[in-house]
């Protein structure tokens, strides 16, 4: 994982892909020690071991995710992946549009600022 001659999009790639696994440790570690997730209907969270905690927190009633990568970019350090994450709640579908923006450092996330809209999501769980 995040080996130092992949490119920045190839480890949101992987990223993306981990999150299928619903590991909050593993999907941490893709972070800087610093790093600041921003689910942007949210206030951000910073650490990496806030953002295993906040990560563990809200999937942890997920069944199951896949999160379809529609596009992705890179330049410099920025990645934006554009996706449907398709969640499972026990019966409850969530099939959730996002555009994910990546700050990348040294084969880590520095920041991640995910857009959606929380109406979409709140409708899928009722």
Same mark, same amino acid.
């Given at each position: ?20 696994? /619903? ?24 650490? @990496?071991?806030?953002?295993? @905690? ?15 990568? /529609? ?11 554009? @996706?449907?994450? @398709? ?30 809209? /929380? ?8």
């Amino acid at each position: 994982m995040n080996h130092p001659q992949q490119t920045g999009a190839e480890i949101i790639r992987e990223f993306i892909n981990c999150w299928a696994s /619903l590991d909050a440790a593993a999907l941490a570690a893709y972070f800087s020690v610093d790093g600041v997730y921003h689910n942007m209907p949210s206030a951000p969270v910073a650490g @990496r071991d806030n953002i295993q @905690r906040f990560i563990g927190g809200f999937a942890a009633n997920w069944t199951s995710t896949d999160w379809q990568i /529609l596009n992705i970019i890179e330049q410099g350090n920025i990645v934006i992946a554009e @996706r449907v994450d @398709r969640t499972q709640l026990g019966d409850k579908a969530i099939n959730l549009p996002c555009c994910g923006v990546f700050e990348m450092q040294d084969g880590k996330i520095k920041v991640w600022r995910d857009y959606f809209d /929380l109406n979409t999501y709140m409708q899928g769980l009722q």
